[in-house]
Each structure stands twice: as C-alpha cells, then as structure tokens.
C-alpha cells in the first residue's frame, strides 16, 4: 500500500510568485493534516480536515494560504504571494481518524523562496 | 490550545546507555500521547504511543511512561545504538480528540560511539 504521496519534493520561487502543493493521502484515511516546519523545530499544524471539512484551520494564514479538499480525498495547499519567511518545509499527514490514531507523513515539499 | 514542552533540547549518550526524554503539556483532556522520530532529511515516524487508561508501554528497547496528574509523559530508550541517533517529537493530543496533534519543539538525540 502507498503511504501518503506528497509533489513536489522540492521548489524554489521568487517572492511574490504563487506556489502549490499536492497531497494524496493513505487511502481510506479521513484525516488529512497539513503542517509547516521550519528548520530546527517540530511541525506547526495550519490546517486540518476531516474528510472534506476543514475542522481546524485556526493556524492558517489566511491573507495568503488557502486549502482545499476536493471529495474528501487529494489536498492542495496554496500560498500567493510567497513571502521569504514562507520557506520551509511543507509536510502532509493522514490518518484513520483524529481521535488517538497514528498519524502518517509523506515526504514533504521543501519550498525555498528567493 | 495545548502548550508543549520537551526537554532537553540536546541530549548525547554513550552508545549502550539509556535516554529518557521528558514532555509536558497543559490540555488536562489530552488522551493521546505518540512519540514520532525523524531522521535528518527524513518524515517523522511514530514510534510508539500510549492512551490515557494505560501507565506504561514498552517496544523491545523503547517505552513510553504516563502520569496524567502531572500531566507529563516520558520516551525511554535503553541500550542505544547508532541508528537512534535522530530527532524525537512528543504530539499529545489535546481537546479530547477535538484537536489534533500538537508537537512539542524536539529533543536532538545524539548518541556517541
């Protein structure tokens, strides 16, 4: 079975420039979470859905990011327009459910913005 | 929200001693309690977990302890080997399960040959 599916693994941008992510997560996985994490520090949850509801976006710059989930399943994460502090890595997770499930990583999207 | 600490931030040991790394959190509805790992460039990866009804859980060489009254929780590593040489993130689960996972900063573990 394929863990969670995370492209592009890497993607340089200049400021200002807008710039997506996609997640598919483990199927069958209600929860879907996207979080931030900058170098040297545990991931910071921005959003999180279960199934296609955004249930806890409260970390979510909203003046630049947004986020979707289309059919409760794939997830893109947008940022426009980047700014220099935005660069970090950018890690999706699913799980069965949020209440006391292990929650499954995929490789991340390391943004570098120049 | 649920404020996490962990400490130390660093911790070395001699390769074959033990490592116990100490998480504290402030949600008293926290039920869930996941150690994650996560190698340099790499996911974090669960490696062990414990639910509120349970005082201690063990894994071969890892174990997780529980005290809900101080509302910390702690990851024992014994006989340490190269290859636990990586970072460690405590993620308790606050809100009773109405918020997710919030990690606490990490403790760098670096175990010495």
């Known amino acids: 079975e394929a863990g969670v599916v995370q492209s592009p693994r890497y993607k340089i941008i200049e400021k200002k420039q807008p710039v997506a992510f996609w997640c598919n997560p483990i199927s069958g996985h209600n929860t879907l979470y996207w979080y931030r994490q900058n170098l040297g520090q545990g991931p910071e949850l921005l959003i999180r859905?279960?199934?296609?509801?955004?249930?806890?976006d409260s970390q979510l710059p909203k003046d630049r990011f947004s986020a979707e989930r289309l059919k409760g399943v794939d997830s893109t994460l947008k940022i426009q327009p980047a700014e220099l502090g935005d660069s970090a890595v950018y890690l999706c997770?699913?799980?069965?459910?949020?209440?006391?499930?292990?929650?499954?990583f995929g490789q991340g999207t390391r943004l570098t913005v120049v | 929200g649920e404020n996490v600490e962990q400490h130390p931030s660093t911790l070395s040991v001699q390769e074959g001693d033990s490592a116990v790394i100490k998480c504290t959190y402030s949600?008293?509805?926290?039920?869930?309690f996941p150690w994650y790992k996560q190698e340099l460039g790499k996911r974090p990866q669960l490696i062990i977990d414990?639910?509120?009804?349970?005082g201690e859980k063990k894994d071969q060489r890892i174990a997780v302890t529980l005290n809900k009254t101080a509302k910390h929780f702690s990851l024992h590593i014994t006989e340490t080997q190269p290859e636990d040489s990586a970072v460690y993130f405590c993620?308790?689960?606050?809100?009773?399960?109405?918020?997710?996972?919030?990690f606490g900063k990490g403790t760098h573990l670096i175990i010495q040959p």
């Open positions: 949600d008293s509805a926290s039920n869930y």
């Open positions: 859905y279960e199934n296609e509801e955004a249930v806890d």
């Open positions: 414990i639910r509120s009804n349970v």
């Open positions: 997770a699913s799980s069965l459910e949020n209440i006391g499930t292990e929650a499954f």
């Open positions: 993620a308790p689960h606050s809100g009773g399960g109405a918020d997710g996972l919030t």
